[in-house]
């Protein structure tokens, strides 16, 4: 195959923000729809599973081999597709990473994408689980994505809409899995037309504390920077995949049943109308904050975020996530599904 991006037997222990040890067959790095045109061509694609990484902020591999072909998305750019008085439209290519895209925005003052600050990963990953915090989501900002179809080489425009965005979740998660989000477009908001989302009571104690009494997006992003970095270890530190679990969404009936169970266990209201109960007040409550097994472990800051204390396996933390499953099935009757895309 004449493709100089193909390596072979590629250490991924720095393109997963665990830390985890795992050797890839193949590791072909995808600077252009170019790139997995010659990929599709080629026998190795089609004698080979794959799978497609951005920066391993949301991917657990479960074995120390992956005997297939990993995919590196680093298609890069931001390009302003089109501004008027009110907004500015932003194309970006699926590799830049996040936080530099955030960044972008602050420097150039454009409104949507303060509160998503300092989310590890790649723009192209964010749609697959539409990356939230802080009261804001993707589905906030997004329009479209163009994608790849793995399948048929095919390019494809897809609206907001169509993603079926969700709490962390999109139709890339559940029917459209074989497709490479390849651009991105968002729409920004211009100074006059900030809606700066200050409303959360954490980012308003931090501005308290910053002494900001009228927040711009600048002062935003910096609060929730702070209060991301006293809550969230930090992956070049302690390896990790931030929130482990997704919060769980429940009907009236388990309201109910968990409410005879602990009264005390909190409630909150997602703006569908959906109630969902904080899963790191569940874990915490089975025990399991800050108890490690071997060198993998439940951050003693956030119940929600398993970390890798130097030299767990992918299989370590695999193993200690099945244990928090099972004692919080066993005592609360709620069956707590992963956030982190796990690869076997
Ligand atoms: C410290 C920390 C804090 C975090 N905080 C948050 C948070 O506040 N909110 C939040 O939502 N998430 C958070 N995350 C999770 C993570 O940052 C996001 O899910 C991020 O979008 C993952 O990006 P990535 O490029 O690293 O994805 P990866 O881990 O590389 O991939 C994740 C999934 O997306 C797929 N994928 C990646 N790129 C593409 C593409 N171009 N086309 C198709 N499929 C693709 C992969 O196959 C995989 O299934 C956090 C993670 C960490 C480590």
Redesign the pocket.
Known sequence: MSCFHLEEYVDLQP????GVTVTARYFFRINNTGDLEVLLNSSLFHENRY?????????LFAKEKFDGIILK?E?KGIEILSEDDNNTDLRVG??V??TSLVDYCIHNDLGGLEN?S?????????????????GA??SDVLLDVE?FDMNTGQLAKMSKEECKLQY?DSV??QTLKK????FVTIRTTKALFHGVDAGNAAIQQVLRELGVSKPSIRSVSEAVCIL?RRK????KVTG????FFKNVVIDEALRHSIKKIDKDVPLFLRPEGLHVIPAACLIEKCGWKGRQIGQAGVSASHAL?LVNLGGATGCDIVCLAELIVRDVEFKFGVLLTH???I?K
């Open positions: 393109h997963n923000t665990f799978f497609i990484l951005g920066g391993g902020s949301n991917t998305n298609i699926a590799g990473e996040w998503l300092l989310i590890p990963g790649t723009v192209g990953a964010a749609p697959i689980q539409n990356v939230g915090a802080y989501e993707l994608v962390r890339f998660k497709v490479m989000i390849c991301r969230l270890p930090d992956p990790n995949a931030g929130s975020v956030e982190v895309n690869v």
